[in-house]
């Protein structure tokens, strides 16, 4: 039994160390096309990164700044909920993604079919996390509270409109106010960083806008070939035989 789990837990790692080589490989294999298809879309819907960049732009300024809409939220806060907390805002991050699959269960139409939208959450969940844990290092802004120095941007506010946003894009044109009640779960979301004294303002606009523009370029490196874009995927099948490992990588030419 010990050496089944020393097997699997040998076999996991394979995998994690594996994944990186396996969307390079994707990402060599469709580069051309990618760029190409990536410069049209950008020309095209300049316009969708208008709202994101100006969250961005604006919670970088006030962080920067130490403007003082940050300091006036906070003493509101203390001054009328003062021992607020709750731990809603740790489960309301993820609220939209269920959603997405929920409904499509339930046969409604949406804009991609689920493996696409696995790939596509894929994308935008690792350029946030690639992005949002550097800034707040680099940064080394003080909590409200005081309690580290990783308070810009929010990642809870970005997890929640990068899913918020991405139900938007699934189902937002045929569902309009589901996708606005989505965008709702996400702004409370920020707000409850605000009042648990963990974020200041200007780092849940910037979390915000990161979040929508991660899911924005998620969408936007999409292949046009939908069928092509989960086909071409190269599938490798690691082993463990006779104490070594061994893979094999498939790739449609």
Known sequence: MLQYFKTAFKTFVVLV??????????????AWEDTIV?????????????VPGTLITVGAAGAATNWGIDKTVKNMRNNCYPAFNSKLDDYLQFAPLPAVFMLDAL???????????????????LMM?????PVKRITGRQRPNGASNRSFPSGH??????????????????????????????????????????????DVMAGAGIGILCTELSYLTQRKNKKRDIAGMPLIFPAYQQGGFSCVALFKL
């Open 107 to 125: 046969g409604l139409p949406a804009a991609n079919n689920w493996q696409q939208q696995c790939w596509l959450l894929f994308k935008a969940e």
């Open 38 to 50: 990536l410069k049209e879309d950008i020309k095209k819907n300049w316009k969708q990164f208008i």
């Open 129 to 133: 996390v690639l992005l949002v844990d």
């Open 17 to 30: 160390c594996l994944l990186p080589a396996v969307l390079q490989c994707r990402a060599q294999q469709a």
């Open 157 to 202: 506010t970005a997890q929640a409109f990068l899913a918020a946003h991405f139900f938007h894009k699934e189902f937002g044109k045929n569902y309009p106010w589901l996708s606005a009640g989505m965008y709702a779960v996400a702004t409370t979301t920020g707000a409850l960083r605000v009042l648990k004294n963990r974020h200041w303002l200007s």
